[in-house]
Nanobody, 130 residues
Framework: QSQLVESGGGSVQPGGSLRLSCLVP????????TGWFRQAPGEERQGVSY????????YSVDSVKGRFTLFRDITLNTVYLQMTSLKPEDTAKYYC???????????????????????WGRGTQVTVSS
């Protein structure tokens, strides 16, 4: 399994902010959709936000809309998740993943495609607590 590398996790108080980064080798090829996922203890992994290979199609789960922003810098092969107004329920291990699609495709992979991808990071812990 190809490893992506996440960083930027930590512990913050409610209302705080964090920026997660994920190094995605090959992102500059503009053929990979990338996404952020999270998993809290005892819960299933949840998709948080995804971006298509061409960068035009972005999805975010309702619970983070208006608070989390996914963006990327393909020149640095890096995808970011800017998280603001953090809540205790955002506490989880956050993972990034990539799915190979087509050059500059606007396609967002389905859940099964993310799950079966060979491109996952090992995760970074985010803890929101007072």
């Amino acid at each position: 399994q190809s490893q992506l590398v996440e960083s930027g996790g930590g512990s913050v108080q409610p209302g705080g902010s964090l920026r997660l980064s994920c190094l995605v080798p090959g992102l500059s090829s503009e053929t990979y959709a990338t996404g952020w996922f999270r998993q809290a203890p005892g819960e299933e992994r949840q998709g948080v936000s995804y971006i298509s290979a061409d960068g035009t199609n972005i999805y975010s789960v309702d619970s983070v809309k208006g608070r989390f922003t996914l963006f990327r810098d393909i020149t640095l092969n890096t995808v970011y998740l800017q998280m603001t107004s953090l809540k205790p329920e955002d506490t989880a291990k956050y993972y990034c993943a990539a799915v190979r699609t087509h050059f500059r495709s606007s396609y967002l992979p389905l859940n099964d495609e993310w799950a079966s991808s060979d491109y996952w990071g090992r995760g970074t812990q985010v803890t929101v607590s007072s």
